[in-house]
């Protein structure tokens, strides 16, 4: 179970992979840098971004990874906006893109989030988020998620669709996959015996990441599961159902 000093072992593109969801009504579509939908030299197309669109599942559309269209465009992070060209490299046509499926809701455009654990709800949380004592040393931390019970093994899944960001170790937390969900939101699976999900694989709500194990700085088999809006911790169930 993490303390606060726990260290991210992530890169520093990574620290800001929090994603925002093509959809908002409000965004001012970019001026189009292209206005051919073929490259001239055949070397790819232009995809012209609509409304549910995300850039996981333009990048499954046409089989070229994120990282591959963030480079050939230029992206810092995957915020893509309504109206805006991409620059798919090495596709041949333009492809239809399914939308996203509707995952957030009145306040203020959040991730909801699915339990990580089938059959879970608030009953089933062993210690909360916030501070508390330490259950290793007895001091006094801030606690930055949930620690849910949960049997050796049990199948962990994701809690929206989205990106593994980070799938390895790290100080304190054992084996640890994130998701990164859009919306500038990540969620944080910690404790695992094992992940079976990659760095760039596209996840969807309800697939497996992972099983619960007691990897790390841990009494005994859990779930500690966070979740992250702007690289800030935030109470879990203030996001689940």
Known sequence: ??????????????????ALAVGATSCTPLEPRHRSV??????????????GQTLYRISRAYGVSVTEI???????????????????????????????????????????LAWPLAGR??????????RRSDPINGATAFHQGLDIEAARDERVLATAEGEVVFASTMSGYGTVVMVDHGSRTITLYAHLSRAVVRLEEVVTRGQT???????GRATGPH???????????????????
Do not use: C
Request: aromatic share 6%; charged share 25%; no cysteine.
């Open 1 to 18: 179970m993490p303390r606060t000093g726990g260290r991210w072992r992530l890169a520093p593109a990574l620290a800001l992979a929090a």
């Open 38 to 51: 073929t490259a001239p030299d055949g070397s790819g197309v232009y995809h012209v971004v609509e409304r």
């Open 70 to 112: 963030k480079e050939a465009n230029g992206l810092g992070d995957n915020t893509i906006l309504v109206g805006q060209r991409l620059f798919i490299p090495g596709a041949a046509r333009v492809a239809e893109v399914a939308a996203r499926e509707e995952e957030s809701d009145d306040r203020g455009g959040e991730v909801v």
């Open 121 to 130: 709800n608030e009953a089933s949380v062993r210690s909360g988020f916030g």
């Open 209 to 215: 990441v992972g099983y619960v194990g007691s990897d």
């Open 223 to 241: 779930l500690h599961f966070e979740v992250r809006v702007k690289g800030v911790p935030v109470d879990p169930l203030d996001r689940l159902p």
